[in-house]
């Protein structure tokens, strides 16, 4: 682990992308957001949960294809090629596993509550 001690380590842990796992076969590069791109794409999303339709589909992928990078930050989906040989090969079930545990990777878990509320409390 190392240590932060200035704010030039911060900004670059801050660019770097973080991992979700996916299942215990698949774990992806996701680009960190900022506070105010997070409150975008959720909004964003919320949309597209609301409609259902063809265009909401490519949205989606083009959210997607906006956040998956590699271990450098770079993004995986960087020409037309690439997000068209997404768009063929993806499937409901990656697109449903992708944002949900997207999502989770932005949320508390039970543990981090409780450790927060302890210390809150003191």
């Known amino acids: 682990m190392t240590a932060i001690t200035n704010v030039g380590a911060l900004s670059s ?22 506070v105010s791109e997070f409150n975008a794409l959720r909004e964003k999303c919320e949309k597209l949960e609301q409609n259902k339709d063809e265009q909401d589909v490519s949205a989606s992928v083009d959210i997607i294809c906006s956040l998956i990078t590699d ?10 090629q690439a997000i068209q040989e997404l768009k063929d090969n993806l499937t409901l079930d990656f697109v449903r596993k992708f944002f949900d545990k997207f999502w989770e990777s932005f949320s508390f878990t039970s543990k981090e509550l409780a450790q927060a509320e302890t210390t809150f409390r003191q």
């Not at 450098?72 to 037309?80: D, H, I, M, V, Y």
């Open 71 to 80: 271990e450098k930050g770079n993004l995986l989906f960087n020409s037309e």
């Open 13 to 34: 842990y801050l660019n770097k992308p973080k991992s979700i796992k996916l299942d215990d076969t698949c774990t992806l590069y996701v680009k960190q957001l900022k």
